[in-house]
């Protein structure tokens, strides 16, 4: 950060200018510096002459939101357009939004063969056409499907425009699978989630500017290094007691900020604590944004049955007392619900038993799933057990900063963190040790530093409990 000469008492803090009001200047408006980003986006979208344009967006920075605006000034331009998203959900959330924005606007949805390939909910929609074959669609404005299908794509005529959803995610081997099938495209995508999954190692092309398992972006900017980057600057989903560390961690060279203030937010139960370890957590990340239910130190199997039982009570205490949001979207509070609250873990099979642990407490209805599958979900609420929890040992899998970015930033008001005490000493005694290789872009900051950071964040929220 560096302080400007001119106006007197103005920061620079990336590429935005915040004003102290003894300036006598307004402070940070996230609402215009959004709408600032976004016109300079459509702007080199619309009237630019690269063949690319890349969008980096931090969580709940308005991802969708971009693709369909830019998707409609697109169609409203006469100018063809397809969509390339990464799973059918993505797809099929992308068709509703545009139905929603634009309910005269002619929609291709582009599915596969199987039996049950789109959202039934489309069926409704008669703007909408659905075709296995690309032939049906053809001629209308926007055609919307995921990269796996647009591969079998063949022998037509190419898009005047494409938009590629969650580039980052997207391996560069899917892209040039479909490349040929549009003329310009607008890339737009989080840089902090979880890289682009390959079942097949890639360490042989590592270093190589082909790496088949490299993300869509990173390939696209090694071989075109100067097309247009832009970012989105404001974070709609993070709150602001948790913008500034999900930032600091994981973006630290591409910062931003949230769009709201501490106290626009805020999380309260209708009943009392009753003392316990799961209670004071939640009245900590109540009141804090944060909360590290800490459990005793131990090495423990991967479904450790003391922290799935944590996790599930706090989660089962956390709708007992009643628990209520108030928030920028409505003035009215509204009840946290089993569907506003989310379980995070890092495997499938912790995911499982915590199903079990508070399907036995009666709890129906919260979403538990691994980081790879909350990915680009939003709740309330968070509980997340800790990747290293009760861990021997911190391997590449554990440490993955995308991993831990996806965990700790699906919230809006809290997010609690489950985890045995010693990580900090175990990420001490297991330095990343992965070997170096010529030509590959060190990934920063690597997760070992993103954990230690993470960490020492939350032990300020911290509540040592013995189950």
């Known amino acids: 950060m560096t302080r ?7 920061l620079t803090f990336g590429s935005l200018t915040f004003t102290s009001p003894a300036s006598g200047a307004a402070v940070f408006d996230p609402s215009a510096e959004a709408a600032r980003a976004t016109a300079a986006i459509l702007e080199s979208t619309l009237h630019g002459t690269a063949r690319g344009v890349v969008v980096d967006s931090p969580p709940g920075a308005g991802k969708s939101t971009l693709v369909v605006r830019a998707a409609l000034e697109l169609a409203a331009a006469g100018r063809p357009l397809m969509v ?12 509703l939004r545009l139905a929603e924005k634009e309910p005269d ?10 039996t049950d390939p789109y959202d039934k909910a489309l069926d409704a929609l008669e703007q909408v056409r659905k075709s296995a074959k690309p032939a049906d669609l053809a001629g209308l404005p926007v055609v919307i499907s995921t990269a ?15 938009i590629v959803d969650e580039a980052y995610q997207m391996r560069s081997d899917a892209l040039l699978a479909v490349a040929g099938l549009f003329q310009r495209a607008l890339f737009v995508g989080d840089p902090g989630q979880l890289d682009p999954f390959s079942v097949v190692g890639a360490e042989q092309w590592a270093g190589l500017s082909y790496d088949p398992s490299a993300s869509a972006v990173s390939t696209l900017l090694a071989h075109n290094p100067e097309l247009p980057q832009h970012r989105l600057p404001v974070s709609w989903r993070l709150p602001a007691s948790a913008a500034p560390l999900v930032s600091d961690a994981f973006y630290p060279y591409t910062r931003f900020r949230s ?4 106290g626009d937010r805020r999380l309260s139960f209708g009943v009392a604590s009753d003392g316990s370890g799961p209670d004071r957590v939640l009245d900590e990340a109540a009141e804090s944004g944060w909360g590290l239910l800490e459990l005793p130190a131990r090495h423990t199997p991967r479904t450790d049955p003391e922290a799935v039982l944590a996790v599930a009570l706090v989660v089962r205490r956390m709708l007992d007392r009643g628990g209520v949001t108030v928030g920028e979207r409505s003035p009215d509070p509204a009840p946290l619900t089993a569907e506003r609250i989310a379980v995070g873990t890092a ?5 499982a038993a915590i199903r079990a642990a508070l399907a036995e407490l009666g ?3 919260v979403t538990v799933d691994t980081a790879n599958r909350l990915q680009g979900r939003e709740y309330d609420v968070t509980v997340v057990l800790h990747p290293l929890s009760g861990r021997p040992d911190a391997t590449a899998f554990h440490l993955e900063t995308g991993r831990l970015c996806v965990l700790a930033s699906r919230h809006r008001h809290a997010c609690v963190v489950v985890c045995r005490a010693g990580v900090a000493e175990l990420l001490d005694e297991h330095p990343s040790t992965e070997p170096v290789q010529l030509g590959v872009t060190m990934k920063f900051p690597d997760g070992w530093e993103a954990n230690h950071a993470v960490l020492s964040h939350l032990t300020e929220h911290r509540v040592s409990w013995t189950p």
């Open 347 to 351: 495997h499938r099979d912790q995911a």
């Open 259 to 262: 769009g709201t203030d501490h």
């Open 148 to 162: 796996a299908k647009w591969a079998h794509v063949k022998n037509v005529e190419p898009w005047e425009h494409a």
């Open 84 to 95: 390339i998203a990464q799973t059918n959900a993505q797809v099929d959330d992308l068709v």
């Open 363 to 365: 709890v129906t209805g």
């Open 4 to 10: 400007d000469s001119t106006p007197s008492g103005s």
């Open 105 to 114: 606007l002619p929609v291709g949805r582009l599915h596969s063969n199987d």
